[in-house]
């Protein structure tokens, strides 16, 4: 479980930042009055949906530690069996690279009010995005043709499944991104709320992204040493 | 409400917050209005009621299970592996369905935008969406009983292996469905609960900082994070136990003989398992505990016409606590075997939570003395809350260590604990609060009557029938037993014990009926409250219609000038100063808004 430790530590130190930026320690039965004689204390700037994303990400990127958490208490017992790792997963991870950078370039377009930009980024970003997807199954069924079943032993039942977590969440932001392009296809010029909308979908992919490679690092076994670093550090 | 808004540097008025600052939503027909609502005071409601109909199934199942306890070999209709499965449906229910769901969709929706002065959740579709989801999740548990094979009986940690295998009750459909109940009420929340996040964090009304915030948004806040952040690791060890029970793979389950055969399992860990399920079983705790702490300082600094004790100290207690519930979750598990040095770190952080809630139970007394205490139905349940609280807690203490938890672990000591921690101390507050704020909800009151009546019996009986429970769990009684059977340690006195605890226990179930009652008969034939009969500062009683309309605050928003706690100020025209009036005319009469 240290794995996920580690990760609400972060969220912690993340949230006592804020919180230290929220006059704590002030008194508020002393402090009568208007908002302005107490600064500083209001909402964040940032609109609404925004700080949502960032608390779904803190939401998702807290189920994805656990996995992670499990996995790694998981594969120290005996009967773990690592698999090989489809060639098809190196294309994958290039086509989702290919597909974060396409959504950033959108998201600078954006910003410029570029809107042909933005169309094209949001359906190069989508369409490597659902390539993506295409070949995650076609890792899988590689890997069934070779007989590597989903309960034949642990280390592939982790492969299918966290495989399968991580492609439906990028499954539900496609649904986002499919809407975000059909409002910019509809509008002739850029308005903030499609600015934020492309935004938050490129942070997303962004997010997507990092958590697929590390779970790539940890299912082809490149981190191995590492978690065993670590492991030796804490006991 | 507030004609000029005050600047305390200048003196010149504040432009009021004009509506456009969120598009409100409008429903344009009887079925969005009060069905598929998007208003979160609807939501609240709709939440509330689904979570009482079927914490009602849980408490006949409490019945069941004491009928069967206290006249074993009575009643033919309940054989032992209804027993188990009234066990677990009993536990899940109430944790989960029951206390979270109304604690956080019911009060959390309902309070969060009135008390922070917003017209609604920043979210509001999304928090339709949780509550549909939500229902989908209680509709899946409780089909479990018409299914073949019943409910699951694992008991309510449905720890594996047993959980997935055959012997144990509801092994073919009772298990599948409560997972993915489990799996569905996790993804309604989350839904929900980032509304209540980003409610407190961006819709604040202007002057509303964070150290103004009433207790109750601090405690469903802070349960909310911890709830975002705990409920993954259950749905993780569902999502595992799951495949395992339908694909086969053994991420749980060790290699075991099943019905004289060799199982198709083999190398798992039960352990993993109860290392996820604790990681969230254990703040679960405390994302039911925070919300009643934060409610009941409310109830206690209005009931008793004084500032609460110690506000920052409260605040910073929450969040220690909040924080500190997640590094103590294997105390669950000690006797499940673990390195030895682990129990000690994790009975280490076990007594040190004790402290900020220790601090809280301070704070609340201190409140309560030299207070001008009104007791009101809804302050009696707060002190009930407190007395039961502590009650529990202490032996929450006796167990948090390991050797003495050893020997209790599988007694009714247990089960009397978490029933008086986790139990009844929360459910006062649940009844407490539903008194103090049927007033607003309906702008009609509760029959105090009926109310007292309520609340007395409710009392005394729990403590009847959870007081000889700790005896009987001192005496080794052991829990989760469908028959104790010829045993020498267990003396005739321990059946007769268990036989008078079942009689109470029909009896404070039953009484609860009056309250059903009053809640119906009150809606119709109560008192009209007016729009403030608590005289209490807190901005959700300052909205100019009761109950509050869409939008909660006719065209302008209110502002805020002072903290939530301002009873019995010196030289104030009234014992409270509404949030909202501006420092300048403290002395002036300004009524409650009506």
Request: aromatic residues 14%; proline residues 5%.
């Amino acid at each position: 479980m240290s794995a996920v430790i580690l990760f609400l530590g972060v969220i912690a130190v993340i949230a006592g930042w804020w919180l230290s930026q929220q006059r704590l320690t002030s008194k508020p039965w002393l402090e009568e009055g208007s908002i302005h004689d107490f600064p500083g204390t209001g909402a964040v700037t940032w609109p609404a949906a925004k700080v949502g994303l960032g608390v779904f990400l803190a939401v998702a990127g807290c189920l994805f530690t656990l996995f992670v958490s499990a996995y790694s208490m998981r594969m120290t017992l005996v009967d773990w069996r690592a698999m090989p790792v489809p060639k098809v997963l190196w294309f994958n991870t290039g086509v989702l690279v290919l597909s974060s950078v396409a959504l950033h370039w959108a998201y600078i377009a954006a910003r410029r009010g570029d809107m042909d930009g933005v169309i094209v980024g949001l359906l190069a970003g989508g369409t490597s995005a659902i390539t993506f997807l295409a070949g995650q199954l076609l890792a899988w069924q590689q890997l069934g043709a070779a007989g590597y079943f989903v309960a034949s032993n642990p280390a592939n039942s982790f492969f299918y499944m966290i495989t399968a977590v991580h492609g439906l969440h990028l499954t539900g932001g496609l649904v986002a991104l499919g809407r975000t392009t059909a409002k910019v296809w509809r509008q002739d010029a850029m308005t903030a709320e499609m600015r934020l909308s492309v935004e938050l979908c490129t942070i997303y992919w962004h997010f997507l992204l990092l958590v697929w490679l590390v779970l790539l690092g940890l299912l082809t076994g490149w981190t191995n040493d590492f978690v065993d670093i670590c492991r030796q550090l804490l006991s | 409400m507030v004609d000029v808004p005050y600047d305390g540097i200048a003196g010149t008025a504040i432009p009021p917050a004009e509506v456009p600052d969120v598009e409100l939503y409008h429903p344009k027909s009887w079925l969005t209005r009060y069905v598929f609502s998007q208003d979160a005071k609807i939501i609240a409601i709709q939440y509330s009621l689904t979570a009482s109909a079927i914490g009602l199934v849980a408490l006949v199942l409490s019945w069941l299970m004491r009928l069967q306890l206290g006249f074993p070999g009575t009643f033919s209709f309940i054989d032992a592996n209804q027993y188990l499965q009234f066990i677990t449906m009993h536990g899940m229910i109430m944790v989960i369905y029951l206390l979270t769901a109304l604690f956080l969709g019911g009060f959390g929706n309902y309070l969060i935008p009135l008390m922070v002065g917003a017209r609604d959740m920043v979210f509001p579709y999304v928090n339709m969406l949780s509550y549909w989801v939500y229902l989908l999740a209680v509709l899946v548990l409780a089909s479990t009983f018409f299914v073949p094979g019943g409910p699951t009986g694992a008991g309510w940690t449905l720890y594996p292996p047993q959980a997935i295998l055959s012997g144990t009750p509801g092994q073919d459909w009772g298990i599948v469905l409560m997972l993915a109940s489990l799996i569905l009420f996790i993804i309604g929340f989350t839904m929900g609960g980032l509304n209540y996040v980003v409610t407190v964090l961006q819709a604040r009304t202007r002057g509303m900082t964070l150290m103004r915030l009433p207790l109750t948004v601090w405690g469903i806040f802070t349960a909310t994070v911890m709830a975002l952040l705990a409920f993954p690791a259950l749905f993780v060890g569902s999502v595992m136990l799951l495949l395992d029970r339908l694909l086969g793979t053994s991420f749980f389950m060790p290699a075991l003989i099943e019905m004289g055969q060799l199982s198709k399992y083999g190398g798992g860990s039960p352990l993993l398992f109860q290392h996820l399920f604790w990681f969230f079983g254990h703040p679960e705790v405390y994302i039911v505990a925070l919300p009643a702490f934060g409610i009941v300082s409310d109830l206690i600094s209005t009931h008793a016409r004084k500032n609460i004790f110690g506000y920052r100290m409260m605040v910073w207690a929450i969040v220690a606590i909040g924080a500190l519930s997640f590094v103590v979750w294997a105390h669950h598990m000690y006797v499940s075997g673990m390195y030895p040095y682990f129990g000690y770190f994790f009975a280490t952080t076990t007594l040190i939570i004790a402290i900020p809630t220790a601090i809280k139970v301070y704070n609340w007394v201190l409140t309560l003395w030299r207070g001008d205490i009104h007791l009101t139905v809804p302050m009696l349940f707060a002190l009930g809350f407190i007395i039961t609280f502590v009650n529990g807690g202490l032996t929450g203490l006796f167990l948090g260590n390991v050797v003495v938890d050893v020997p209790l672990s599988d007694t009714m000591f247990v089960v009397a604990h978490f029933h008086m921690v986790m139990g009844v101390a929360p459910i006062m507050v649940v009844l407490g609060a539903i008194y103090h704020w049927y007033p607003k909800v309906t702008g009609r009151m509760l029959n105090a009557g009926l109310g007292k009546f309520h609340f007395w019996v409710t009392f005394l009986g729990a403590y009847l029938i959870f007081f000889p429970m700790h005896y009987l769990g001192l005496l080794g009684v052991p829990r989760r037993y469908f028959e104790l059977g010829d045993a020498a340690f267990i003396p005739p006195s321990a059946h007769s014990l268990n036989a008078f605890i079942t009689v109470v226990a029909l009896t404070v179930g039953f009484a609860q009926m009056t309250f059903l009652f009053n809640l119906v008969w009150s809606l119709f034939e109560g008192e009209p409250s007016g729009g403030n009969p608590w005289r209490a500062t807190s901005l959700e009683w300052q909205t100019p219609e009761t109950p509050p309309g869409h939008g909660n605050w006719g065209k302008e928003l209110p502002i805020v000038y002072r903290w939530a706690y301002d009873y019995s100020v010196p030289g104030a025209a009234q014992d409270f100063i509404p949030q909202n009036q501006p420092p300048t005319n403290t002395g002036a009469v300004q009524g409650a808004a009506s």
